[in-house]
C-alpha cells in the first residue's frame, strides 16, 4: 500500500538557518536608531533587566546598576551632550548601564556582558537598541552623571535607547572566518 498523502503536502525542504532562538536572536541583532513614538511596556523593560543581570562577572561581583530613563527633558539633555546619541530624541526610554567602580576595578568588563544582553533580549522582544558609549570618555561620562544624577562611586558605561523599530532592519553579515585561528594566532604577516 501506498501513502499518497505526503504527495499532496508542501514539501519545503529549506531549513531556517538558525534552529535555536537564542542563535537566531545573536545571528539577527542590529543596531536601531529610529523608533516608533510608543512606549515599551514595563513587563517587557523586566524582561531587559532581568536579562542584564543574568549576564556573568568576574567573581560575582554584579557591580552593574542600570537607570531606566523615561523622562522626555532628560532623554533630551543626553541627546544635546552625547554626540552619537542624538536618537535619544526619537525614542520614549533609554537604559544607562553603570557600574560601581568600588564593588570591581573591572566594572565595565562585567557592565558591558549586562548590556550585551539587553542588546539580544530587545531583539528577542521585538524591540530595537544601540549601544552608544559613555565609558571612557570622561566628557560623555560627564554628561550621563549630571542627567541622571550618579554618585561618585557609579560610573556611566553606556546608554542604551530602546523601543519598538520604525522599520524593519536586516543584521549586518560580520562573520569573516579569516578572524578565526586555530591552535595559534596565524595573522597577516609580512615575513616571506
Same mark, same amino acid.
Given at each position: 500500500?501506498?501513502?499518497?498523502?505526503?504527495?499532496?503536502?508542501?514539501?519545503?525542504?529549506?531549513?531556517?538557518?538558525?534552529?535555536?532562538?537564542?542563535?537566531?536572536?545573536?545571528?539577527?541583532?542590529?543596531?536601531?536608531? %529610529?523608533?516608533? &513614538? +510608543?512606549?515599551?511596556? !514595563?513587563?517587557?523593560?523586566?524582561? #531587559?533587566?532581568? @536579562?542584564? $543581570?543574568?549576564?556573568?562577572?568576574?567573581?560575582?561581583?554584579?557591580?552593574?546598576?542600570?537607570? %531606566?530613563?523615561? &523622562? +522626555?527633558?532628560?532623554? !533630551?539633555?543626553?541627546?544635546?551632550? #552625547?554626540?552619537? @546619541?542624538? $536618537?535619544?530624541?526619537?525614542?520614549?526610554?533609554?537604559?544607562?548601564?553603570?557600574?560601581?567602580?568600588?564593588?570591581?576595578?573591572?566594572?565595565?568588563? !562585567?557592565?558591558?556582558?549586562?548590556?550585551?544582553?539587553?542588546?539580544?533580549?530587545?531583539?528577542?522582544?521585538?524591540?530595537?537598541?544601540?549601544?552608544?558609549?559613555?565609558?571612557?570618555?570622561?566628557?560623555?561620562?560627564?554628561?550621563?552623571?549630571?542627567?541622571?544624577?550618579?554618585?561618585?562611586?557609579?560610573?556611566?558605561?553606556?546608554?542604551?535607547?530602546?523601543?519598538?523599530?520604525?522599520?524593519?532592519?536586516?543584521?549586518?553579515?560580520?562573520?569573516?572566518?579569516?578572524?578565526?585561528?586555530?591552535?595559534?594566532?596565524?595573522?597577516?604577516?609580512?615575513?616571506?
Amino acid at each position: 500500500m501506498v501513502n499518497l498523502s505526503s504527495c499532496n503536502q508542501n514539501q519545503n525542504t529549506e531549513k531556517p538557518e538558525f534552529e535555536n532562538k537564542a542563535i537566531e536572536a545573536i545571528m539577527n541583532r542590529t543596531s536601531i536608531r %529610529v523608533y516608533q &513614538d +510608543r512606549d515599551v511596556n !514595563d513587563d517587557k523593560i523586566n524582561i #531587559l533587566m532581568k @536579562a542584564a $543581570m543574568a549576564a556573568p562577572s568576574g567573581k560575582n561581583t554584579q557591580p552593574w546598576e542600570f537607570v %531606566v530613563v523615561k &523622562d +522626555r527633558e532628560t532623554l !533630551d539633555f543626553m541627546a544635546e551632550g #552625547l554626540p552619537y @546619541a542624538k $536618537m535619544l530624541k526619537n525614542t520614549r526610554q533609554a537604559i544607562v548601564v553603570c557600574g560601581d567602580s568600588i564593588k570591581s576595578f573591572y566594572w565595565y568588563l !562585567d557592565c558591558s556582558t549586562a548590556a550585551q544582553n539587553i542588546l539580544i533580549a530587545a531583539q528577542s522582544l521585538g524591540l530595537g537598541a544601540v549601544w552608544t558609549a559613555a565609558y571612557p570618555y570622561e566628557e560623555r561620562m560627564a554628561v550621563v552623571k549630571e542627567a541622571i544624577k550618579l554618585p561618585d562611586n557609579i560610573l556611566p558605561l553606556c546608554v542604551i535607547p530602546f523601543g519598538y523599530p520604525e522599520a524593519p532592519q536586516g543584521p549586518k553579515k560580520k562573520y569573516k572566518p579569516s578572524k578565526v585561528h586555530r591552535d595559534r594566532f596565524k595573522g597577516d604577516s609580512t615575513e616571506k
